[in-house]
């Protein structure tokens, strides 16, 4: 069976996106001689026939009255399990069901028909969404209503799924509804100042006020004048810790975490549980909980930890096919021969051609997004692809093969030199001035994303290829989490990290899943670039399953020690644990109690404080009549440097 090529531009499917502005199309040459020729296998994610509701649901226990020691001694809370057939079908996730939702309605679908004021509706209207997938309202009606009652909610989809409109529903109704605060947490400023310039253009008439808190940017008066603040995991922990001293967490209602997978993250995923834990412990079911994660073979202790219901769909709007290339071989994800990359033109020096693939999407009147590993490799690569086309569309009269001619006529068309100048000029204008290399690159579509820029830069280089007139970016890893940048096609450069070792999973599947954009392609496409070296460990990163999320807690030795010594710290100095008993409470409260014996952790409790107390970070003092642990200066000092203990002696 002969697979599908990429089809032309169909018209935009529900819900209906505003597309970027790209170059009218026109007859192009059959030139996507990378498409795969054969197939003996499923390259998609998705069908065309998916009807957007394959799912699972499991009700977590929210029994209010558990205690620490029996928090501590619980075993593993069940996890829920995926089974995977080969099949030409969509993948189906099976578990236990608690509470199928109930059918949808065509009510349900719209979102006018979920009681947000008028001017939120309009606002959502200008931006092309005035529905919402089946599987969304599914998520958000799962056991039936308690989430939209304020009931906690974990869920998971693929990368441009719709994740996020279902927790903007959530939170924006929670706020609406009980006149509280919301705080929305994502791991990365770029990504925070991207929604929070979208939740401002969206509740713009409906008076309420959003602000970031990222970075050096805090507003005036802080979370007290702010309705929804959008922070990185940093600076919503410092929020949370503020309103624990000062006893007003109870003015949050709606707590949405974006990546709650980063729970994992050996930097900063410890920080997160730590105010996942805060809120529970002094909370409760107060403030609602929303996690957004991507798919993980143990979901269901996440959702077991934070009380919550637990939705999972494999749904994409825009069916994806994931290949891999060796030499100019195109494999499926099982490693099989599909097709061979033959270029209609001679490129020079294009030995892995990476230029041609760029250049024949180009030609789709397409996009494409091209991920490097290190920021050297990122500079190198644009210049290298500008080069290429230069000269590919470079006026040559002495040219006479029919091919490169009508190639040479389609990439001129494509490319707008008016537009392209605009961009430049918008970058001319920074503070920082234009860079001497992305101007150089700029000027035949092509443009790289990475720290180096400065915020101004990289919002104008987002802005020209969200707007189709850059039609390559070449950027690093971390932009396939730090912006929503969809392209047509997606291609990584190699299967490797910046320190040189393979990527994750859930890294690859972020990355891969940027290709295809909604309301604008039909398909999307990822070509991940290896060695033949590289071909059994890129064997296991393309089929494998992502690794469990584990408590960064429980890092073993003095890892583990160092990291429950601070969250110790933090509950003291807040006020909302004073005694060895609320102590113990509170690291009941942790995605670690589920995951160790109880003999183990409350050894661990033990060593910490004693540690605190004989480094003296705390003290034991007489408070109205009862010895209650208290924080010294140092210890206060040391969590307002954000400092770990052992940093702080």
């Known amino acids: 069976r002969l697979p599908p090529t990429l089809p032309p531009r169909l018209p935009p499917t529900l819900p209906p996106r505003l597309p970027p502005t790209l170059p009218p199309p026109h007859p192009t040459l059959p030139l996507h001689s990378s498409t795969p020729t054969s197939s003996n296998t499923d390259l998609s994610s998705d069908t065309s026939s998916n009807t957007g509701h394959s799912s699972q649901t499991n009700t977590v226990s929210n029994n209010k009255s558990s205690t620490a020691k029996s928090l501590l001694i619980q075993k593993t809370p069940n996890k829920s399990k995926t089974v995977l057939e080969k099949s030409s079908s969509p993948v189906q996730p099976v578990c236990p069901v608690a509470s199928l939702p109930p059918p949808v309605s065509s009510t349900q679908l719209l979102i006018s028909g979920w009681g947000l004021p008028t001017c939120v509706e309009e606002s959502y209207r200008e931006k092309g969404i005035v529905s919402m997938f089946p599987w969304q309202v599914e998520c958000l009606t799962v056991n039936k209503g308690t989430v939209l009652a304020g009931g906690n909610l974990v869920y998971s989809a693929p990368t441009s799924a719709g994740k996020t409109l279902v927790a903007e529903m959530l939170m924006m109704k929670r706020v609406f509804e009980t006149g509280k605060k919301a705080l929305l947490i994502l791991p990365f400023v770029s990504l925070a100042r991207e929604k929070m310039f979208h939740l401002q253009s969206l509740l713009r008439e ?64 410890y920080l997160l549980e730590l105010l996942l834990t805060k809120i529970l412990y002094v909370a409760g079911s107060a403030v609602q909980i929303i996690g957004m994660s991507a798919t993980l073979p143990n979901l269901g202790d996440l959702a077991n930890w934070l009380k919550a219901s637990l939705y999972t769909t ?32 001679t490129i020079p020096n294009d030995t892995e051609h990476i230029s041609w693939l760029c250049l024949e999407t180009i030609l789709e009147t397409h996009s494409v997004l091209l991920f490097c590993p290190i920021k050297s490799w990122v500079e190198k690569l644009a210049e290298s692809l500008a080069n290429d086309f230069f000269q590919v569309g470079r006026p040559d009269p002495q040219d006479t093969d029919t091919v490169s001619i009508n190639i040479r006529s389609k990439l001129q068309g494509e490319l707008s030199g008016d537009r392209l100048g605009e961009v430049i000029e918008q970058l001319r204008r920074c503070p920082a001035g234009l860079d001497s290399t992305l101007a150089k690159v700029l000027r035949v579509g092509v443009a790289f994303h990475h720290a180096g820029l400065t915020t101004d830069e990289r919002d104008i280089v987002e802005a020209g290829f969200k707007s189709g007139v850059v039609r390559v970016l070449v950027a690093t890893s971390t932009l396939s989490s730090g912006v929503n940048l969809p392209a047509r096609r997606v291609i990584l450069r190699c299967p490797l990290t910046y320190n040189g070792q393979l990527m994750d999973r859930l890294q690859y599947k972020q990355m891969v899943g940027r290709a295809g954009r909604k309301g604008v392609d039909t398909q999307g496409e990822s ?3 290896c060695k033949q070296a590289e071909r059994e460990k890129v064997a296991q990163l393309v089929t494998g399953e992502p690794e469990p999320v584990v408590s960064c807690l429980a890092g073993g030795g003095s890892k583990l020690a160092a990291s429950m010594k601070r969250a110790i710290l933090e509950v003291i100095v807040s006020g909302a644990a004073s005694t060895r008993e609320e102590v113990e409470r509170y690291a009941g409260c942790t995605l670690l109690a589920a995951q160790l014996s109880t003999s183990s952790q409350g050894n661990i409790i033990l060593e910490c404080v004693e540690f605190l107390e004989n480094n003296e970070f705390i003290r034991l003092q007489e408070v ?11 210890g206060l000092a040391c969590l307002a440097s954000s400092l770990a203990p052992d940093e702080g002696r």
């Open 624 to 634: 109205e009549g009862s010895v209650r642990y208290v924080a010294t200066r140092l």
């Open 527 to 529: 070509i991940l670039i």
């Open 314 to 345: 494999n749904f994409r709007p825009v069916p994806l096919t994931e290949l891999v290339k060796i030499d100019n071989t195109l494999l499926s994800l099982d490693l099989k021969p599909v097709g061979v990359v033959r270029p209609a033109i």
């Open 206 to 269: 409906a008076g309420l006020r959003v602000e970031g808190f990222m970075g050096s940017q805090s507003p005036a008066g802080g979370l007290k004048t702010t309705d929804i603040g959008v922070a990185t995991i940093e600076k919503a922990n410092s929020l949370v810790n503020r309103l624990m001293e000062e006893g007003q967490l109870d003015t949050i209602g709606c707590v949405v975490v974006d990546e709650l997978h980063m729970l994992g993250d050996q930097s900063r995923g």
